[in-house]
């Protein structure tokens, strides 16, 4: 890979009809925010871009007097991607939008784990838009809305002017308990700061740990959102009993450190195993007689590790790992990944 082409950060935004995508992505084409992003959709007749927006246009891809390129995708993701790239300099960044049943992972895996795509370009946040007035009703009768949620970095928890304080706040917690490391922002009418939204550094785990140290604290009660006051942020979980319907939780392990004979092993074989179950994981390993911060990531049975820096002074030396998942055996999980330590 040479200097002249920098990997352009690809974001993945995801949510229902009606959660607020396409006010957002009309805004990131027409806004003056001074950025020339590249946006993918998956059908570009439903967005009704305003035709006086249109400077030209190649069948293909469409070009906004904003700067901003719009490109429908026909057929196959990569395909797209490749005729967008061959326009080097032309775009700062790219966001692919998924439809609103879409499963987010085949889309996260290609730029996770494709080559030519990998050389070209870098996932770099799974955003999640949200509806806060009918995400409960879409958790109890949608796998795909809890999906969403488990795989984002970060979530736009949209509309927040439709409902209460008290339901935002169930609703904020159940987030929390599907995706204990999202990033939430609340917000009306998908008024989110963009830079908040694209080229976050959030799907690479190493990044994310140097913005965020706490990340993958189980507990995770530390404020994420900017732009409000909440001192009331205790996670209710007396709420949870008319969420869980969804199925999926986040399970977090703690331990010392492992030896690399055996965790190494294990999480290859636990990924293989529960792989379809397993939406996203991510952990922070110290291995034994390594200074070095061993980072792990996985979608579904894809998984990818690192080392990451060395551990500071006075930093607590753990092994951390965060499954997100449906049907997990937790108690396997934990009894296993403990066996690993040395």
């Not at 069948?59 to 490109?71: Q, R």
């Not at 990998?118 to 809890?146: F, G, I, Q, Y």
């Not at 055996?262 to 939406?279: C, H, M, R, S, V």
Request: glycine share 6%.
């Amino acid at each position: 890979m040479s200097d002249a082409q920098p990997q352009i950060p690809v974001t993945v935004l995801t949510g229902y009809l009606g959660s607020g995508k396409t006010t957002l992505l009309n805004r990131i084409l027409s806004e003056d925010h001074g950025k020339r992003y590249a946006v993918i959709v998956n059908e570009f007749g439903e967005i009704g871009i305003d035709n006086d927006l249109i400077v030209e246009s190649d069948e293909e891809i469409y070009e906004m007097n904003n700067g901003c390129i719009c490109c429908t995708v026909r057929g196959d993701l990569i395909r797209t991607v490749e005729t967008l790239m061959r326009r080097p300099g032309r775009f700062d960044a790219i966001l692919v939008e998924t439809t609103g049943l879409a499963d987010p992972a085949p889309v996260a895996q290609t730029f996770f784990m494709d080559d030519d795509v990998r050389a070209k370009t870098r996932l770099d946040a799974v955003v999640a838009l949200v509806d806060a007035k009918h995400l409960p009703l879409r958790l109890k009768d949608s796998r795909e809305a809890a999906d969403q949620i488990a795989f984002a970095d970060v979530v736009v928890l949209n509309k927040t002017d439709l409902v209460t304080d008290d339901e935002l706040r169930q609703v904020e917690a159940s987030i929390r308990r599907i995706n204990p490391s999202a990033r939430i922002h609340r917000t009306e009418r998908s008024a989110v700061d963009l830079a908040e939204v694209l080229d976050r550094g959030a799907f690479d785990l190493k990044r994310a740990m140097e913005n965020d140290p706490h990340f993958l604290d189980d507990d995770h009660d530390h404020e994420h959102s900017h732009d409000h006051d909440d001192h009331d942020h205790h996670h209710d979980h007396a709420h949870s009993s008319h969420i869980e319907a969804s199925g999926v939780k986040s399970i977090a392990l703690r331990g010392g450190d492992m030896d690399p004979k055996k965790f190494f092993p294990w999480i290859e074989k636990t990924t293989q195993i529960d792989g379809a179950n397993i939406l996203r994981l991510k952990g922070i390993i110290a291995i034994k007689d390594d200074p070095e911060r061993y980072v792990v990531q996985g979608v579904h049975m894809i998984l990818e590790g690192d080392h990451q820096r060395a551990w500071k002074d006075g930093e607590k030396r753990e092994s951390r790992l965060v499954f997100i998942g449906r049907e997990l055996d937790e108690e396997r999980l934990r009894r296993t990944f403990e066996a690993c330590q040395a």
